[in-house]
């Protein structure tokens, strides 16, 4: 089992920049195919971006792709999402999620474990 935990929301301007964190607990985080979703008011929950176990392969959704990128660094444990050149449309609750499975999925039901999440809101 393992515990996540998001933070480095805020409020930011459109245009700016922020950096997400996800901390997991555990000593098997490197066994985890990592994500990163999102939700906005009255919408469904939706795929942002997600990163192979190692690292080496990542996949976006189209909404971010070249704006958002996903990293990790599981000497740290720890997923993150860079996102650039925000924009009001982004301003949703984000969510880290791990699934012990090896293929990325955008589907958030292949997810095993959730974090509580964290508010990023961009104004205009």
């Known amino acids: 089992q393992v515990q996540l935990v998001e933070s480095g929301g805020g409020l930011v301007q459109a245009g700016g920049s922020l950096r997400l964190s996800c901390a997991a607990s555990?000593?098997?985080?490197?066994?985890?195919?990592m994500g990163w979703f999102r939700q906005a008011p009255g919408k469904e929950r939706e795929f942002v971006a997600a990163?192979?176990?190692?690292?080496?392969?990542?996949y976006y959704a189209d909404s971010v792709k070249g704006l958002f990128t996903i990293s990790r660094d599981n000497d740290k444990n720890t997923v993150y999402l860079q996102m650039n050149s925000l924009k009001p449309e982004d301003t949703a609750v984000y969510y880290c999620?791990?699934?012990?499975?090896?293929?990325?999925?955008?589907?958030?039901?292949?997810?095993?474990?959730w974090g509580q999440g964290t508010q990023v809101t961009v104004s205009s």
């Open positions: 999620a791990a699934r012990q499975g090896s293929l990325i999925r955008r589907d958030s039901t292949y997810y095993d474990y």
């Open positions: 555990g000593r098997t985080f490197s066994s985890y195919t």
């Open positions: 990163v192979t176990k190692s690292g080496g392969s990542t």
